[in-house]
């Protein structure tokens, strides 16, 4: 009666046809279907309350931000530390904006479930504050938890190019290439990294592979003139 997978499978079905405002209406119709037979959401089973708190995060997927906190702050009210709703949350509030809130949150699904998406997100917030040690210490732990995390390595090599570490951040670009080859902003940055050590050869070698990913990439055009 309140199988989460079917009513996520539902919604996905509706906005690969971009029917978002049929999602949106279903979604409402099954809150008021779910809160209107009782007094109190206190009083809903854990099945229903699970399946209400999906269908808040849902909305919060395809509502703008002011209105996609509110469903968030009401599926975290109604099932306490689900790491996964952190987590949107903390990206919400980023959005808005709001980074030491998004870094808190990312911070509570941490601790109660390490999640290689929070550890990249709090890690690009540490480096944007200039904090590189704990951000390289968010990024490498991202990418044990999932060593096809590509933009943790993107990340750790900008991390480290920041300390003047070129080589090891070189080394970070390499592995995201080898998992993302068709992303050219990774080849800017081993570029950059290749004219640090006065690889000019290496570097131009990788802008011209953003050429031919990106052919009116300016930034590429002028390097090789």
């Known amino acids: 009666m309140y199988n989460i997978e079917v009513l996520q499978e539902k919604i996905r079905a509706l906005l690969r046809t971009d029917k978002y405002q049929e999602a949106y209406d279903f979604c409402t119709s099954e809150i008021n279907r779910i809160t209107q037979r009782v007094d109190d959401v206190d009083n809903l089973s854990d099945e229903e309350t699970k399946y ?37 949350r903390g990206r919400v509030k980023e959005e808005l904006g709001d980074l030491q809130e998004a870094f808190d949150d990312y911070s509570i699904a941490i601790a109660n479930e390490p999640r290689f998406e929070a550890y990249g997100y709090r890690g690009s917030i540490y480096l944007d504050a200039g904090n590189i040690e704990a951000a390289i210490e968010d990024f ?26 070129f080589e090891g951040a070189i080394k970070d670009y390499d592995i995201a290439i080898e998992q993302y080859p068709d992303y050219a902003y990774t080849y800017g940055c081993r570029a950059d990294a290749k004219i640090k050590l006065n690889n000019l050869e290496g570097a131009i070698a990788d802008f011209r592979k953003i050429l031919e990913l990106e052919p009116e990439n300016i930034t590429a055009k002028q390097a090789i003139l």
């Open 140 to 165: 490498t732990k991202s990418v044990e938890l999932n060593p096809n995390y590509g933009g943790g390595y993107i990340n750790r090599g900008r991390a480290k190019y920041s300390l003047n570490d």
């Open 52 to 88: 209400l708190a999906e269908i808040y995060s849902i909305i919060a997927r395809i509502t703008p931000p002011q209105d996609a906190l509110k469903n968030l702050n009401s599926a975290i009210n109604l099932v306490g530390n689900y790491a996964e709703y952190y987590i949107q």
